[in-house]
């Protein structure tokens, strides 16, 4: 069978394509997901329908109350962006780690999220920065929370028709600290087995809000809202990180696969806890 290509030239004409071949069609961004799904014959579309000429969707933009991020920028656009770098360095950070310097040229954000594998770096970042994905689809924009869009292994909550069309960050308190930390235990460019991201509002050195997401030990990313707000207006001791680090790690229900046993990730769920909360405490890591 003869796999066309379409190249529409702005979202509306991308989702009446998507519309008209429903499951038989595929959009695809930077490729690095899909290709290897074609070759090995996990999917057979008729139709992939590329992203690549619609304009305007690998900005970074700002208003009053959020940050919006195209989702065709690239791993290494969002890496290299000096107002990521500055309002959003955890975010920086995690896309620095994707892969190799191949990958990351190619590899886009909104890719990342619509093919939402759990051994991911970003997701676990966008979950900690309270993330929305704006999506595009036949009746419209609708908004969904990052935690409302990821449902699990390679299942997100778009509809066939739909594509991601923004990804929004709202803003932050000035002295916000945050950091990501990646744990791979296979070789340097390996997906993560671990990744924790830390996202602190601090008042001195009192914690006024955490959020704190693990992300690659389970089906989709995940926060613990109740143990993240043991540290709501208290000071990051060591026997407070040391706590939540310890309650993280029993609350999760870690997966087992190549990268790691349910054990081990248990294990680093606990330490990299403790060095990303030490990091934005301002504390040794
Ligand atoms: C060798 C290798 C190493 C990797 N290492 C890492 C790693 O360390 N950490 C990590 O996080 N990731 C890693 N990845 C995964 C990589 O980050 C993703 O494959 C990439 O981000 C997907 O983006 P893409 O633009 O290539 O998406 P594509 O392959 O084009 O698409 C991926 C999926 O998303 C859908 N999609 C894409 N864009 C949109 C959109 N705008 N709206 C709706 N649906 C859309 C497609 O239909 C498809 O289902 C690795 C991948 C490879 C091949």
């Known amino acids: 069978m003869t796999l066309a ?12 394509a998507l519309s008209q071949y429903g499951y038989d069609a595929k959009v695809i961004a930077g490729g690095t997901a899909v290709v290897l799904m074609l070759q090995q014959k996990l999917i057979a579309p008729q139709v992939l329908v590329s992203l690549v000429r ?45 892969g190799n310097v191949r990958i990351r040229n190619q590899a886009t954000l909104g890719g990342n999220l619509g093919h939402a594998d759990y051994a991911s770096d970003p997701p676990a970042v966008l979950l900690a920065l309270d993330a929305s994905v704006l999506v595009y689809g036949p009746p ?6 990052l935690a409302d869009f990821l449902l699990g292994f390679y299942t997100t909550a778009l509809s066939a028709e739909e594509v991601i069309a923004d990804i929004v960050i709202p803003s932050l308190p000035l ?5 990501y930390l990646k744990y791979r235990t296979r070789s340097s460019e390996d997906r993560p087995c671990v990744g924790v991201a830390a996202v602190a509002t601090m008042d001195g050195k009192i914690c006024r809000d955490l959020r704190l997401a693990v992300g690659a030990a389970t ?7 109740r143990i993240e707000a043991l540290a ?19 609350g999760l229900d870690p ?13 680093l769920i606990r330490v990299q806890v403790k060095r990303a909360l030490k990091a934005v405490s301002g504390g040794p890591g």
């Open 219 to 225: 089906e989709v990313p995940q926060r613990l809202a």
């Open 175 to 179: 002295d916000t600290q945050m950091v």
């Open 140 to 145: 419209g924009k609708r908004t969904i929370p």
């Open 5 to 16: 290509y379409l190249r529409p030239a702005s979202l509306p004409e991308a989702v009446e």
């Open 54 to 98: 619609i304009p305007f969707l690998d900005r970074i933009g700002v208003d009053g109350q959020a940050l919006h991020l195209g989702p065709m920028l690239s791993m290494d656009a969002v890496t290299r962006s000096p107002l990521i770098q500055e309002r959003l360095p955890a975010l920086a950070q995690a896309c620095a780690v994707v």
């Open 255 to 267: 997966l087992d696969d190549l990268r790691g046993s349910a054990w081990y990730r248990r294990q």
């Open 232 to 250: 709501q207006n208290q000071v990051l001791s060591d026997e407070l990180i040391d706590e939540i680090a310890g309650q993280y790690a029993a």
